[in-house]
C-alpha cells in the first residue's frame, strides 16, 4: 500500500541490473545499489510509533560481505548461502554484531533492526573483505514493518530487572480484539499452553502481574493477537507474536559486619 508522505534517498545512485530473478521474492533481488564504500538511505514521514528494519542483501557469494547501521546498532552478514526461492523460502537472518576477521562473520541474505521509533531513520550500508579481491555490497532492498504490539516494560532484552516488575505492552492495531500471552524461564515453552498466562484476554489489558520473580533468571514473553473473523462467527488468530527476553537482577550477598557484643 501507498503511504502518503513516505521518502527515501540513497546518497549513492549506482544500480546494477541482475537479470533472471523476476517472479514473486526474487524480483527484489533483480535490482541492486551496488555499494563499494558508505551509502545512507534516509527515510522519512514513517507514519508507525514502532516498527522493524528489514535490509536485504543480494548473495554475491562467501567472500564478501556488508555492513547494515541504524543508530549504534550494526550487523555484519557475508554471502555464500543464495539468495530466495520464488516461493518465499531461503531468507536466512545474521543477527551477527560482531565483525570477525575474513569468514569469521555470519552467512545470511538479511538482517532486522527491532523496535525502532521515530518518524525518520537512516541506515547506512557498508563493506568488508571476507577474502575477495573487491569489497562489494549488492544491497536488494529494504522494508520496514510496523510492530501492531510491542513491549513497553521491561524492554526487549533487559539486564537487571527488578524482581517485582510486571510486564507491560502496548497495541497499536486497532483491528486486535483479543489476545494470548505466554511466559516463562524456558524458551521451549513459547506457544505452549502451559506456559499460557493469559487467554482470550481482552486488548485492553495491556499489563500483567507475573509475582515476584526470581533473581538472576532470564524470562521468555510473547504475545499472540485475535482478529474479528470477516468471512464467518468469532476470531481467528492472525499474529504470532515475537518472543522477547529480559534478565532479572542478580540476588546480592548480605553480609553481616556488626561484631558480636
Not at 505452549?192 to 484476554?201: F, R, T
Not at 514473553?221 to 534478565?247: C, H, M, R
Amino acid at each position: 500500500a501507498v503511504v502518503p508522505g513516505f521518502t527515501a534517498t540513497i546518497s549513492n545512485n549506482n544500480f546494477l541490473s541482475r537479470d533472471g530473478n523476476d517472479e514473486n521474492d526474487q524480483a527484489m533481488y533483480s535490482d541492486v545499489v551496488d555499494v563499494t564504500g558508505s551509502v545512507t538511505i534516509n527515510v522519512s514521514n514513517i507514519p508507525y510509533t514502532v516498527y522493524d528494519v528489514y535490509v536485504y542483501m543480494r548473495d554475491d557469494g562467501s567472500a564478501r560481505g556488508g555492513s547494515f547501521t541504524i543508530g549504534e546498532t550494526t550487523y555484519y552478514a557475508r554471502g555464500g548461502l543464495g539468495i530466495p526461492l520464488s516461493d518465499g523460502t531461503g531468507y536466512i537472518l545474521s543477527s551477527d554484531t560482531l565483525l570477525g576477521i575474513g569468514t569469521d562473520v555470519d552467512q545470511g541474505n538479511y538482517v532486522r533492526f527491532t523496535n525502532i521509533s521515530g518518524s525518520d531513520v537512516t541506515i547506512t550500508l557498508g563493506v568488508f573483505n571476507a577474502g575477495d579481491s573487491v569489497t562489494r555490497n549488492k544491497v536488494a532492498g529494504f522494508q520496514i514493518a510496523e510492530k501492531r504490539i510491542y513491549p513497553v516494560a521491561p524492554a526487549e532484552g533487559a539486564p537487571n530487572v527488578d524482581i517485582d516488575q510486571d510486564l507491560q505492552w502496548s497495541v497499536s492495531d486497532p483491528n486486535i480484539a483479543y489476545i494470548d500471552l505466554y511466559f516463562g524461564t524456558d524458551p521451549n515453552w513459547i506457544g505452549d499452553p502451559s506456559a499460557k498466562k493469559l487467554s482470550m484476554e481482552s486488548v485492553s489489558t495491556v499489563t500483567y502481574e507475573p509475582g515476584t520473580l526470581s533473581y538472576g533468571t532470564r524470562y521468555y514473553w510473547q504475545i499472540d493477537a485475535y482478529e474479528p473473523n470477516n468471512l464467518g462467527s468469532g476470531y481467528i488468530k492472525t499474529l504470532e507474536g515475537d518472543v522477547w527476553t529480559f534478565t532479572t537482577v542478580p540476588a546480592q550477598a548480605v553480609i553481616d559486619s556488626f561484631d558480636s557484643v
